[in-house]
């Protein structure tokens, strides 16, 4: 991997902005569909998507109403199977895809009654749903509580190694010839002399490495994709920072699995989760806190989530806790990703993917490799195009 | 510092097995008395020492009728600070001693009971105490839980960063001339053809590099000290790792430090403690675990003492948790130090500190060096050599 400061392309056919899974994922298929790739990153390796649960969960009580949002999280749960088989197969790496399903535990009758809409919601979108008494929970989780009031299963909400999964893109990227340079992209460069309806970019600006020319760019920055200059205006501003903090616990040596599938559960108004890994981690998340780019593990954010940890499975005290952790998740005014083509032309957007990032990167990867091939992509994003956040000149 | 397994020193006046506070202060002062010291410890730099709070309390509930050890502790305060003016002196490094004093919360009425009981005990012991009211702890620390029922402030309780403290003797013993061998002490080695009652060591051996001669041999290794093959039957079943679990917070850029004295209490039945660093980060401590030589870092506990010191004083739930971590304590049957000399001649112990590695560290290394050039030690040691442990031919 060049050095900082050492710029490997002065031209590409396209240039990613931003080396977390989004970004990585279109790089990988933008590569293996024939086209000269260069991401560029910073700290490639080191994305918010190594802060994640890994959860392929379509469905969660925020997208009551929110329609088109589930149609694009239900194509994107669709795809990643068969997404993540090629990566597995190309890399030769698993990347813990785990099936077993999730079950969401209820601790009283009001939670209860809150699950049991929920469910109604994920049937009449034809998932699978499968509610359980207090004893049917324990029986597929023995170490769950004997508080808990009853649950549903979920078979369908699968999760992902986060860690792995990144891992794998990287690789796989590599493999097809993708270039990766450790710098920052400032800003979108357009063409000289074009007025804005038939302005085209020209490629990026670096922090520390000059220029790449290229006639088409991606922005899949995440959280820091407002840093980005040369964006439309009202762009800029639609994503923001929502903070996660999420901890990794580890069985110690010779400690059987305390548990096969995601747990899902509100303690004091909270949600948390448990998601069981093959290598024998169990991730607990996760804070949600609008903070800014703060980055900082604090003592009350990890107090509640061993807290409610312990709340729903006793015997996490038990476990080594490996890590404390916090990521930022970049959020839309909407909770809706921002993918597709914004001006100026050859200007594509692939940010904003807020809590579902991962879910989501296949799906994403497809839309961005179906613009930047001239071909359209599924109708489901059609209500995510960056359209929806521009502003007219003048307008704030 | 040679690498491992290149032997340094053929031959040294005392080699000191292990490089804890224990060993880095004997030979620091070995070392100032003219004597030509070799260090030994694999990690050196990285001993139980790093995991500690460094309170220099010398009363605690436990020491009710253990007159013998408060006697120690009481000398082992009066030696400290003009012991670590020294080392700040010698090495042109503060060591982080504060003196605002200790303030022991209760939280109810019993605990309050208790908290008189020990009080008396200190003043009988001719340490200040002064009693407070909830309104006067609240305004000695006024981010006090409102929940406190009253407390003692004992001025005299003071505290170090143990951190700072053990970098600075490590610094003096390089200065002053100490060779440190990054290598374990496996055998003190004893002069051949010695009957029992005559023998004298010769040196020890190392684990990679060979043997050291020397006919004076310190052990301070701590929890491992047991470890070392040709210790006196008893001794080496003596000392036995007391795990220990604690935090490290740190405050958030520009927020002001919300602790000044070292806070003590009782929650749940727990002892926890606060101890204020000048650097803007409170150590919280700590768990007692008898649980073997495992250093993991566990959930439960952590939790605990989140929850213990957010108990205490809820603001700390908005500082950044800095560092989880474990040591050992040196534990032993009576709860009292292991120092003085033992058979064969020229072996000297100095371990099984417990929880007054810390405070004990300057009063031993005086100790130590009287022994290691002939001269007796205080009188308060008088009670705490190996002797007691020993165990003769045949018993167990």
């Given amino acids: 991997m060049p050095a900082k400061g050492v710029l490997v392309a002065v031209t590409a056919d396209v240039v990613i902005a931003g080396g977390g899974v989004i970004g990585t994922a279109i790089a990988w298929r933008a590569a293996a569909a024939g ?10 390796g080191d994305a918010a998507s190594l802060v994640a649960a890994g959860m392929l969960a379509p469905v969660s009580e925020a997208l009551f109403g ?21 990566l597995e197969q190309v890399t030769g790496h698993r990347v813990g895809l785990r099936r077993e399903g999730t079950l969401a535990v209820a601790f009283d009758a009001g939670d209860y009654a809150a699950l049991t809409r929920l469910t109604a919601f994920r049937r009449s979108a034809g998932l699978e749903a499968e509610e359980l008494d207090s004893r049917a929970c324990r029986k597929l989780e023995s170490f769950l509580t ?37 710098d920052r992209v400032t800003e979108v460069l357009t063409a000289d002399g074009a007025d804005d309806a038939n302005a085209r970019v020209r490629g990026v600006a670096l922090a520390e490495s000059g220029e790449i020319g290229s006639d088409r760019v991606v922005v899949a920055a995440g959280s820091w994709s407002g840093a ?13 920072p929502v903070k996660g903090q999420l901890l990794r616990l580890r069985h110690p040596d010779g400690m059987p699995p305390v548990l096969t599938h995601t747990i899902r559960a ?3 108004g909270a949600d948390v989760y448990l998601v069981p890994r093959a290598d024998g981690e169990v991730i ?20 509640d989530l061993l807290h409610d940890a312990m709340s729903v499975l006793p015997v996490t005290s038990e476990l080594i ?21 914004a001006g100026p032309g050859g200007l594509l957007l692939a940010t904003g993917h807020y809590r579902n990032g991962i879910l989501m990167s296949a799906a994403t990867a497809d839309a961005a490799v179906a613009c930047l091939t001239g071909r359209a992509p599924a109708p489901e994003w059609e209500p995510f195009g960056p359209g929806r956040f521009l502003t007219r000149q003048g307008e704030r």
Same sequence: chains 1, 2.
């Fill in 66 to 86: 929110e329609g088109a949002l589930l149609r694009v999280n239900l194509l994107a749960l669709a795809r990643f199977p068969s997404f993540a088989a090629e």
């Fill in 266 to 268: 509100t303690v004091r």
């Fill in 35 to 44: 086209l000269d790739v260069v991401l560029a990153d910073p700290a490639y």
């Fill in 321 to 341: 806790l490996a890590e404390t952790c916090a990521g930022l998740r970049p959020g839309t005014p909407d909770n809706g990703p921002i993918v597709g083509d």
């Fill in 228 to 240: 980005v200059h040369g964006l439309p205006a009202g762009l800029r501003s639609a994503v923001r």
């Fill in 284 to 303: 607990v998340g996760a804070t949600q806190e609008e903070r800014g780019p703060d980055l900082t593990v604090t003592a009350g954010a990890v107090h």
């Fill in 146 to 182: 004997p508080d808990v009031h009853g649950g549903v299963l979920f078979p369908g909400d699968w999760s992902v190694d986060n860690r792995r999964y990144a891992a794998a893109l990287r690789e796989a990227a590599a493999a097809a010839g993708v270039r990766v340079v450790r």
